[in-house]
């Protein structure tokens, strides 16, 4: 099993830039499947980015509506994902999830084992 705490979330202003940590426990970090995941106000949780399991970092995937805005990374030695978010825009703004599962990355949330508590994204114009 795997803990995962987010932080790095805050209100910053439409075009600024924000990266989100997401500090996991265990010695198992690599062998697992690594999600960010965000849920706005009154919507449902929605898929932003994965990367895969491998020690080494892994394959990654970006949902379409942050594609060429957001990164995805891992640094497996600091047992921490990251979430890059440049160009931010007025509907970025949500509840900002870190979520583990074993396997390969999959956009639907109930395939992720683990989350994290959520971190605060705020984007104002």
């Known amino acids: 099993q795997v803990q995962l705490v987010e932080s790095g979330g805050g209100l910053v202003q439409a075009g600024d830039s924000l990266r989100l940590s997401c500090a996991a426990s265990g010695r198992t970090f690599s062998s697992y499947t690594m999600g960010w995941f965000r849920q706005a106000a009154g919507e449902e949780r929605e898929f932003v980015a994965g990367i895969g399991w491998t020690w080494s970092g892994g394959a990654t995937i970006v949902a379409d509506s942050v594609k060429g805005r957001f990164t995805i990374s891992r640094d497996n030695a600091k047992n921490t994902v990251y979430l890059q978010m440049n160009s931010l825009k007025l509907e970025d703004t949500a509840v900002y999830y870190c979520?583990?599962?074993?396997?390969?990355?999959?956009?639907?949330?109930?395939?992720?084992?683990?989350w994290g508590q959520g971190t605060q994204v705020t984007v104002a114009s």
């Open positions: 979520a583990a599962r074993e396997g390969g990355v999959l956009r639907k949330p109930s395939a992720y084992d683990y």
